[in-house]
């Protein structure tokens, strides 16, 4: 019952002292507001990134170069920035070669599922008379296709043969059916097509649709019609194309069971032998969940920094608080004196000015929140992420506010509580 | 017929910077009765302990030797806790400055003896509504004190020291701060009060004039009381 009276006349000075209370707000607001904020987004890009890593296959390792450092032995992480020097590109001399694949796919039979391997062609169009279809134009392995979950609407994946003899025959997307045969799959299928890659002229044969899905960090700046779809070619067409034998990245999906981070240092320590003798780069094998797993730890680094900062603006903001409780129980001695003259233990003397400190930190606690949530909302939309504010970051909001609204609430409410009544109803 | 004794003061001694070069004696032995009913007037010149013999009275303090009993309790030995209570139920004070609740409206201010007394909230509501009807502010009941005139808060407080029917009305300088007109009301009010509910009112102030409109005029002057007459108990 005091309790609630203690609320509605905290509230009641809040609103008579509007703009005071907003400033001693401010620093509780600002810190709970950060809070969240970070919450929020790295909520966002972790669930986003574990999804997309996941869909993605977090059984699937990425194989790569790395430029070697001088003196140590490069690190194994795949993603660490160390101290490199100059940066050097690979050249074909550097790319795995189709017998060192061919060597791996041996030994590690039991463990590999496939391998996808990508070779880009280039950007450009498919002309049809005035009909038209922006692609991209890239080779991939049979692997591709696993690793990336992809299905065909109609026809089929490159044979065997194709493959092999590196024949030129496409898959396209539904996209480039529509745009260029209305839509009709049937005659698109077995069609001949040109395309025109930076001037130079490709004829292949359409062997399969795929659905085209928009990807979620993509851009749909272009309309429904000018979308740009990739069109894929056996691998070795493409190397053909670009008069190249190795490759510079190939993702390699492992079979049910394999330890991903495990088999990615075999990997690694596979291709190790074939690069003792290169001066400047060796391999890197790294798994999906080992990438997801450095994300979410630099992540919570972030997260802890922000969170110190935060916190140092709640210590502030508290200090404040206290400041302003001070000044408030300075102001309205008189009040206190006639409500001890009225009957009013020290106890509830002191519950009355916690209570005032509590409601001005939860109410700036749930300022913070909303903007916290405003903000991280906008990053996350900036960033193309979905937008996921963590229940228990708001709840342990709420809860420290309160806290601190207890902390630094005690000292001024004891000092009001401990007034002589006399001296305080004499005071002017 | 014996009447009922209220306040029961013997040698009521304070003395201030205990054990100081500066000790002070303000109250050198005060003896006062006052029996339910009456209307009494404490008067006395400023710097006459009539401030000190106040608190005294009214359980804001504690005095250094003598025995005070308040409507049969024993104040003397009371505890902080115990004096709020005691504060609480058995006295009703009004200030010279009013003193009510700021941006609190009437019917609230009326209500916070009753919330310290731990009494539910309609029937605070209650009880506070039929006070500031007898006061006549019943139709003020949502004013805040800034929007009333020093008659009307003093009426207010009046109505605000009848809350928990404490065993005393302690009236310090109430009209002190009004001109003479409203002054005129808040005595009328006191005499009403006095007559059609019986209270139980002790009036401290400096005027003579309004002291002889009380039954009783106990005057004090250095820390004694140096005279005690009857008044004429009427409004003059």
Redesign the interface.
């Known amino acids: 019952?005091?309790v609630y009276?203690n609320i509605r006349?905290a509230l009641?000075?809040l609103k008579?002292n509007k703009m005071r209370a907003l400033l001693t707000m401010l620093g509780i607001i600002i810190g709970i507001a950060s809070v969240i904020a970070i919450m929020t987004v790295g909520n966002s890009i972790t669930t986003y990134v574990s999804d997309t890593m996941a869909s993605m296959g977090a059984s699937n390792i990425t194989v790569g170069l790395q430029q070697k450092e001088e003196e140590k032995e490069s690190t194994k992480e795949g993603m660490s920035f160390g101290g490199r020097q100059r940066m050097k590109s690979a050249t074909e001399d550097d790319y795995f070669t189709r017998e060192m694949l061919k060597n791996y796919c041996e030994i590690y039979a039991d463990s590999i599922m496939a391998i996808s391997a990508q070779e880009t062609i280039g950007s450009g169009k498919i002309t049809e008379g005035n009909l038209y279809a922006n692609i991209s134009f890239s080779g991939v392995s049979l692997g591709y296709f696993l690793a990336n979950d992809m299905s065909l609407l109609e026809g089929r994946f490159f044979s065997e043969k194709e493959t092999e003899d590196g024949k030129m025959v496409a898959i396209v997307s539904d996209k480039v059916v529509n745009n260029l045969y209305d839509g009709d799959k049937e005659k698109a299928l077995g069609s001949i097509f040109q395309a025109n890659i930076n001037d130079k002229f490709y004829s292949c044969t359409i062997v399969g649709i795929y659905e085209y899905e928009q990807s979620a960090m993509g851009f749909s700046s272009s309309s429904e019609k000018d979308i740009t779809t990739s069109v894929y070619v056996p691998l070795k067409a493409a190397q053909n194309a670009n008069h190249t034998t190795g490759y510079s990245q190939f993702t390699v999906v492992t079979k049910t069971g394999v330890n991903a981070d495990e088999f990615a240092s075999n990997t690694e320590r596979f291709f190790s032998t074939y690069y003792r003798k290169n001066k400047d780069f060796g391999p890197s094998a790294y798994s999906m969940s080992s990438m997801v797993e450095s994300l979410t730890e630099m992540m919570s680094t972030i997260t802890l920094a922000i969170s110190i900062i935060a916190g140092i603006a709640l210590l502030v903001g508290g200090i404040g608080v206290m400041n302003i409780m001070l000044v408030s129980i300075t102001e309205r001695t008189?009040?206190i004196?006639?409500?001890?003259?009225?009957?009013?233990?020290?106890?509830?003397i002191r519950l009355q000015f916690i209570v005032e400190s509590i409601v001005i930190c939860i109410i700036g606690g749930i300022i913070g929140i909303i903007l916290g949530i405003i903000m991280g909302s906008v990053a996350a939309n900036l960033m193309d992420t979905p937008a996921s504010p963590s229940v228990g970051s708001i709840i342990l909001s709420l809860t420290f506010s309160m806290a601190i609204g207890v902390f630094f609430g005690y000292h001024p409410a004891n000092k009001a509580a401990k007034m002589d009544?006399?001296e305080a109803?004499r005071y002017e | 017929m014996e009447k009922k004794i209220v306040i029961d003061m013997k040698e009521i001694r304070k003395s201030f910077y205990i054990g100081t070069e500066n000790e002070l004696e303000v109250l050198k032995g005060i003896d006062i009765k006052v029996y339910e009913g009456e209307f009494v007037a404490i008067v006395g010149a400023s710097g006459s302990g009539k401030s000190t013999l106040m608190n005294i009275i009214g359980s804001l303090d504690r005095p250094t030797s003598g025995n005070y009993t308040l409507d049969n309790v024993d104040i003397t030995a009371a505890k902080d806790n115990q004096l709020s209570a005691i504060r609480n139920q058995k006295i009703g004070f009004v200030f010279q400055t009013y003193n009510l609740i700021a941006k609190t409206n009437a019917l609230k201010n009326v209500e916070m003896p009753m919330l310290y007394g731990k009494i539910p909230g309609k029937q605070r509501v209650e009880r506070a509504k039929e006070l500031l009807h007898t006061v006549g502010m019943g139709d003020r009941m949502k004013h805040l004190p800034e929007e009333l005139s020093g008659g009307q808060k003093q009426r207010v407080a009046i109505a605000r020291a009848m809350a928990n029917d404490p065993a005393i009305i302690l009236a310090d300088e109430p009209t002190g701060a009004l001109d003479s007109e409203t002054g005129r009301m808040v005595m009328d009010l006191f005499h009403q009060l006095h007559k059609e509910q019986g209270k139980t009112i002790i009036l401290i102030t400096h005027s003579p004039e309004l002291a002889e409109e009380t039954e009783r005029i106990i005057t004090i002057k250095d820390g004694l009381i140096i005279g005690e007459r009857k008044g004429s108990g009427k409004p003059c």
């Open positions: 019952m005091l009276e006349l009641f000075s008579a008189r009040e004196g006639t409500r001890k003259a009225l009957g009013a233990t020290n106890g509830s009544p006399i109803l």
